[in-house]
């Protein structure tokens, strides 16, 4: 259902409130460049500091921004099961083209608790979910069994997967079948994921080198590993400035430096990029040739 390359947005903020133009001029940008979907609200987003009434501002901006060029998964998750659902209703009343939904977080559900949020959720509502593993984050692990699983839920269509053990794409291949979505949710191993069969990425990356990573879903889709190689070479300093201090703050200071209308602030517990974060960012945006 989806593929390519897929931003996991920034949510612009100036003098603490959320900046919807610049956020509209981001993803006016990104269409440009080649972006094939976009993902407002996820953890890239700053969706845990958003309240609901903002959270939905930031979809809605979204969807009427990329008028319906681009799909929109709209970040839906919570570690509260009636939460998600009341974000799920939203956007797809809003016109979401489906929901990225990430495991509960802090509960530390069972596999079982994890395969009665998601039922729960698809009992709800049947907007299409892009389920988000991330147990760095989230400390709970959704088990590549459970999610063979969760993909026959019909409205499942998709998983997010950022745990780090590419050995799930070959299990879940074989136990979700080959035509369910596999995305990467770690850009710097967006490469050997895709080799595996995966079909793209939300990326973090995205958001500064658009065009650079679209390039590289291109290359990946064609089967063209010697370009597709050596775009992600090009990339990888870029993948690696981006989490020099806590995210999104690197990934914001890349882009105010990239566009003047973007500016770097972000909101507590993060804190703005330091100094070491910043050259490390500069550094990487001059070998990557986005500057």
């Not at 969807?63 to 998600?84: K, L, Y």
């Not at 590549?144 to 019909?154: D, N, Y």
């Not at 992600?232 to 890349?254: E, G, I, N, T, V």
């Amino acid at each position: 259902m989806f593929s390519g390359s897929i931003p996991a947005l920034v949510t612009p903020f100036r003098d603490g409130a959320f900046d919807a133009p610049a956020f509209a001029r981001l993803v006016e940008w990104q269409i440009g460049e080649g972006t094939s979907a976009l993902v407002p609200c996820g953890t890239t987003g700053e969706s845990p500091t958003l309240g609901f009434e903002e959270h939905y501002r930031v979809i809605d901006c979204c969807i009427e921004a990329a008028a319906g060029r681009v799909p929109v998964i709209a970040g839906c998750g919570s570690n509260d099961t009636a939460t998600a659902i009341r974000h799920m209703r939203h956007a797809q009343a809003a016109g979401a083209d489906a929901a990225l939904i990430v495991a509960p977080y802090y509960n530390r559900p069972t596999q079982e608790g994890l395969l009665a949020h998601f039922r729960a959720l698809a009992e709800a509502s049947d907007l299409p979910m892009v389920v988000y593993n991330v147990p760095a984050r989230t400390v709970t692990d959704i088990g590549a069994e459970t999610m063979c699983k969760l993909a026959e839920i019909p409205s499942v269509v998709a998983v997010k997967d950022a745990s780090g053990d590419l050995a799930r794409v070959t299990i879940h291949r074989a136990g979700a079948g080959p035509d369910f979505c596999q995305l990467s949710g770690n850009d710097d191993l967006w490469l050997p994921h895709a080799v595996m069969g995966g079909a793209g990425c939300i990326s973090v990356t995205a958001n500064v080198a658009p065009r650079l990573c679209a390039d590289f879903a291109a290359a990946c889709a064609a089967n063209d590993w010697p370009r597709a190689r050596a775009l992600h070479d090009r990339l990888f300093p870029l993948h690696k400035a981006m989490f020099s201090d806590a995210s999104p703050a690197p990934l914001k200071y890349a882009l105010s430096r990239i566009h003047d209308w973007f500016h770097p602030e972000v909101r507590l517990p993060i804190i703005p990029a330091s100094d070491a974060s910043r050259v490390a960012v500069d550094a990487a945006l001059d070998a990557a040739g986005v500057l």
